[in-house]
């Protein structure tokens, strides 16, 4: 079956650090990928996607590559800002459908 | 444009009462999805609507839950009886298709405690 196996956290970086959040994935077929975040009070929000391999999805700074080799979609962002404080999940979907299947969360805080 | 509601936002009750939560999707949006959130473990799917009907029940964890979509606008989600383990965050989602290329939309969720 499917599984999303994404790093624990909390994470806690100071503004303007790099970050990193880890994903790997065991999938039947050739999934899509995602990540989505969850902000304090707010539903889940897609924030970036890459549906085949070696694409790199980026948004709000934000970048992950798909990597088939590796299976892996690691979160990455250059400069983290406060506003970056949430809780973020790696899912995929296979056959083309919308089903998805989501790791665990990685809550990332990050402080002045 | 409205996004995906849900209510009530949070919920207690005691085991063996009867919650039903309820979810407005995007106005025109004919794949309704619901998912769930335990306590620190992964969001997992529930169940997939098009228009009134399940296209897939899959992730439904027992009979106690009951999902319905009259009309196939809104969609209510029934938990009778409720036991503690189906404490978390129940989440709601529409899309306007149902492949990977039409983006999902969440609702913020409904907290639900059994005590």
């Known amino acids: 079956g499917n599984s999303v196996t994404q790093m624990e956290g909390p994470v806690t970086l100071s503004e303007e650090a790099f970050l990193t959040i880890n994903c790997t994935y065991t999938?039947?077929?050739?999934?899509?990928l995602f990540w989505y975040v969850q902000y304090p009070g707010e539903g889940l929000q897609l924030l970036l996607k890459a549906t085949k391999a070696d694409d790199k999805g980026s948004n709000k700074g934000f970048e992950a590559t798909y990597r088939k080799e590796t299976t892996s979609f690691h979160l990455e962002k250059g400069s983290v800002q406060v506003s970056d404080s949430a809780v973020y999940f790696c899912a995929l979907a296979t056959g083309g459908g919308n089903k998805l299947t989501f790791g665990t969360g990685t809550q990332l805080k990050v402080e002045l | 444009e409205a996004g995906v509601t849900q209510f009530p936002s949070h919920s207690v009750i005691e085991k063996g009462q009867t919650v039903t939560l309820r979810c407005d999707p995007i106005?025109?949006?004919?794949?309704l999805y619901w998912y769930r959130r335990v306590m620190g473990k992964e969001i997992k799917f529930l169940l997939h609507f098009v228009k009134e009907s399940k296209q897939d029940e899959s992730g439904m964890p027992n009979n106690r839950f009951l999902a319905e979509r009259t009309g196939g606008t809104y969609s209510t989600l029934k938990v009778q009886p409720a036991e503690l383990e189906d404490s978390g965050v129940y989440f709601c989602a529409s899309s306007l298709g149902g492949h990977t290329g039409n983006t999902i939309y969440f609702g913020e969720g409904s907290w639900l405690t059994v005590v």
């Open positions: 106005s025109g949006h004919d794949n």
């Open positions: 999938a039947t077929g050739y999934p899509s």
